[in-house]
């Protein structure tokens, strides 16, 4: 429709026709056309008009079609008279749901100050700002004001402060909420499912499961999940075709994403391949877009790099988003020189953003391209029209921290114009360990200690450094410290599938059924590195002496340690579990150390095995004796 062909005019009958346009558009967040009406609508003067209800319609156009800068000029145009309780929530709601959490509160508190009563849909977007910012005690003051006040808990606010709940940790809370509503919906019931999932276990999960009413697609997808989540695929399984045989639901295409992404958290690339497989026969001709980057994400934290460059390939539609997953994947795989080959391809397709760069940085840090890595940052806002944020900021100090430039590194933390955050400064520190840099590492400790008192891998980094510069007593205050502060060290933790089955360790494990023969198998394997020239790396392991003079007893417990480190007894489990010549997949959740990092090159070699060990930052591909980090990790 051409709106400038529409006769004008003053009158009550017009203002009614525009803006019954203005709330289909609305209703159907036809943002082009709307565009086009208030256009029209400001070159015939109309919006201006003394009657502000066209500006109020106009508010609620832009707010549905989720345009928060346009929303909030309107808005703001409107005299405060002429605004009421829905226009405040109309605008808080379009914050919430866009992105901009803080605003929609920042709105709320303005609301009160002008004595305006909020009511039922205020308090739901008010509570879904709250969730996604995790603010509990914002969360927990806007509760108190709804019962202070006698306003109504219907289902839906209900559900949204359920949720606020839940997202901040306070299952009792959440449950309380909910005991004391009088029927609760579907919503109700897999608001509460997930954060027993979440915050109690898969277990006490699966008896809200059962005790519910009826489910909803998100109710069998949070479970499905969690069991993918817990190593617990057989389980998944079973629910899954519960589901898609029994229940007649097909899984669309927000199903299939949560599904992959609980894939990419756990590493069960066996499931991740069946719904590749069911996407590929159940949805449309073209991969849906969120899918096929959903499986890019997935196939890349598996260590099937190779596969989700095929999916990749193969997507007709590809935009920021996908191309952002393949560059972090590849970055993540230590491919720096093919992730810039890619970039230069990406940007003669789609315009980067912030979040390429992450990956551009990254990869050029783990890839050692310090001069590329440099270029790059110097181009974001130069070039690229990007302002750098602190995780730029982050992969910059980590790329020069590692190439030795630290003085460079710690000058661009001390010249950033936004404060450094733990991300930052525990990279320095890490790279003041592996350059023996231990007067600046003393000083970031302490910075460090600031923002998260709690966190043991600060102490640990600097005890290392205090241990290899021969300083005991240091390195005994610090273990005093964590000590007395009741702290303990993050467990290592690796898994490996085999067999539809997730099988974990810890350092030192009894628990698995199985740990009398992979113990056997670690002998051998000990025995066999050993008879390759294997020394085991012992001088960051804490001395048990109060001098640090190690005497041959204590050397060897120190030697029994390293031997006995999650990632060896996974891997002499997958040595007695698979084929010969098949290959190891691990996964840890903290970096690996430089003993198992020399011991694993030594084992593919020694076993004709390709090894991969996804640790916390990176993946290492191990085969015949060397690693695809070339040691610069």
């Not at 102490?459 to 007593?473: D, T």
Request: charged share 20%; proline share 3%.
């Amino acid at each position: 429709m051409r709106w400038n062909t529409i006769p004008q005019s003053s009158s009550s009958l017009s203002h009614h026709y525009y803006r019954s346009l203005l709330r289909t558009h609305a209703k159907t967040s036809s943002l082009i056309d709307g565009q086009k009406l208030h256009a029209t609508l400001l070159k015939n003067g109309l919006s201006a008009s003394p009657n502000t209800f066209l500006q109020n319609a106009i508010l609620h156009l832009y707010a549905s079609c989720g345009d928060a800068l346009s929303a909030r000029k309107v808005f703001d145009k409107i005299p405060n008279s002429h605004k009421d309780t829905i226009d405040w929530t109309t605008l808080m709601s379009c914050y919430a749901r866009n992105g901009l959490p803080i605003d929609a509160l920042n709105l709320f508190l303005v609301m009160q100050k002008e004595s305006l009563r909020p009511d039922e849909v205020t308090f739901v977007s008010f509570f879904n700002a709250c969730s996604r910012l995790g603010d509990l005690v914002s969360g927990s003051q806007g509760h108190c004001f709804m019962v202070k006040e006698g306003l109504p808990f219907t289902v839906t606010v209900s559900n949204a402060a359920m949720d606020m709940y839940v997202k901040c940790g306070k299952m009792r809370d959440a449950r309380i909420l909910f005991k004391e509503i009088n029927d609760p919906s579907v919503v109700s019931w897999t608001i509460i499912l997930s954060g027993m999932v979440k915050w109690e276990g898969v277990e006490n999960g699966r008896l809200i499961f059962d005790e519910m009413p009826e489910r909803n697609e998100v109710a069998w997808t949070v479970m499905i999940a969690g069991y993918i989540e817990n190593g617990l695929p057989r389980e998944a399984f079973v629910i899954l075709s519960v589901m898609i045989l029994d229940m007649q639901l097909e899984l669309n295409h927000v199903t299939l994403c949560s599904l992959l992404s609980a894939c990419s958290q756990s590493g069960d690339l066996f499931m991740g391949r069946w719904i590749h497989v069911y996407a590929l026969k159940n949805m449309e001709k073209d991969m849906h877009l969120m899918v096929g980057t959903s499986l890019i994400d997935m196939y890349s934290k598996c260590g099937r790099i190779d596969r989700a460059f095929r999916v990749f390939e193969s997507m007709s539609n590809r935009n920021v988003v996908a191309w952002n997953a393949m560059l972090s994947g590849m970055a993540m795989h230590g491919k720096g020189v093919e992730v810039l080959g890619l970039f230069r391809q990406m940007i003669r397709e789609v315009k980067p953003d912030d979040i390429t760069f992450v990956s551009v940085l990254n990869a050029c840090s783990h890839s050692g391209l310090v001069d590329q890595g440099c270029q790059y940052f110097r181009d974001l806002k130069k070039l690229y029209k990007i302002t750098p944020k602190i995780e730029h900021y982050a992969c910059m100090v980590d790329l020069l921290g590692r190439a030795g430039r630290l003085e460079e590194a710690e000058i661009l933390v001390r010249e950033m114009p936004i404060r450094p955050n733990e991300v930052v400064l525990g990279s320095l520190l890490a790279s003041c360990g592996l350059h023996g840099k231990l007067h600046l590492g003393e000083k970031l400790q302490q910075e460090l200690i600031q923002i998260d008192p709690l966190n043991t891998e600060y102490h640990v980094l600097l005890s290392n450094m205090y241990k290899l510069a021969g300083k005991q007593e240091n390195v005994n205050f610090l273990r005093q410290v964590l000590k007395d502060r009741g702290i303990r060290k993050i467990p290592g933790m690796s898994s490996i599938h085999v067999n539809g089955k997730v099988h974990q360790f810890s350092a030192g494990d009894k628990s698995h059924p199985q740990i009398r023969d992979v113990y056997i198998k670690l002998d051998e394997m000990v025995r066999r590195l050993r008879s390759a020239g294997y020394i085991p790396n012992t001088a960051q392991i804490f001395s048990g002496s109060e001098n640090g003079i190690d005497n041959a007893e204590e050397r060897e417990e120190k030697e029994q340690a390293l031997f006995y480190h999650s990632e060896k007894l996974a891997i002499a489990f997958g040595l007695i579990s698979t084929r010969p010549g098949m290959p190891l997949h691990i996964f840890k959740n903290l970096r690996i150390c430089h003993d198992c990092h020399s011991a694993v090159k030594l084992i593919s070699d020694i076993y004709d095995r390709e090894i991969i060990i996804r640790d916390r930052h990176r993946f290492h591909y191990f085969k015949q004796g060397s690693c695809s980090c070339s040691d610069y990790w």
